[in-house]
C-alpha cells in the first residue's frame, strides 16, 4: 500500500525564474563556507514552500486532506523573498518569505500550527553558526496554485500528487 510510506505535504511549488534566483543563492551560499563537502543543496525541482506536513497517510486520512483541500477558498496572491534563516536541529539552511495575509490565511485553512515559519529550504545538513551576508534576490511573484506533494525519501523529485488552484 503505497499510501502509507512516505510523506505528505501541501506545499507552493517554486518554479521558473525564482528557482533560477534560488539555485544561483545555493550556490553563493556554498561558496561562503569553509567545510561545504557534506552540504546538499535542494535540487531544483524540489525547491517549495511547505504550507503543512502531514507525513506517512494512510488511504482514509489521504481521501481525507483531498476532499478538505479542493474546499479551501483562497484568492491568488503574492509573494516575495525576505531574509535567510537557519533551523539549527534540522540543520537546514533557508529564505523566508515576507510574512501577508493571505499566505497565513490559506495555512490557516490548511491547520497549521502557530510554530509555523514559512521558509523556502536550500541547504541541507548545514553547520552554521552565522549566516553568510550575501545579497539577496529581489523577487516577488504570483502564487495562483499549491499542490498536495509526496516524498517517497529516496531524494529523487518530489511528486505533485494533486493541485490546487487558487481563485
Ligand atoms: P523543511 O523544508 O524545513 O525541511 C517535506 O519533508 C517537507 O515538509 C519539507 O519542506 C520539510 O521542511 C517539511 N516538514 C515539516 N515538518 C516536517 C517533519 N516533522 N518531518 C519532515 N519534514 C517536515
Known sequence: DTTRTGRWFFAIAIEGPIAEKLTELQTRWLTTLRQSDKVRPIIANNLHLTLRFLGPLSDDELSHWQQRSRKICAQSFTLQLANLGYFPRAKTGWIGVKPSTPLTS????????????????????????ALPELPLPDASWSVNAFYLYHSDGSGTPYQRMQRITLG
Open 106 to 129: 490559506l495555512a490557516a485553512q490548511l491547520d497549521v500550527s502557530e510554530r509555523w515559519q514559512p521558509h523556502i529550504s536550500l541547504l541541507r545538513a548545514l553547520s552554521a553558526d
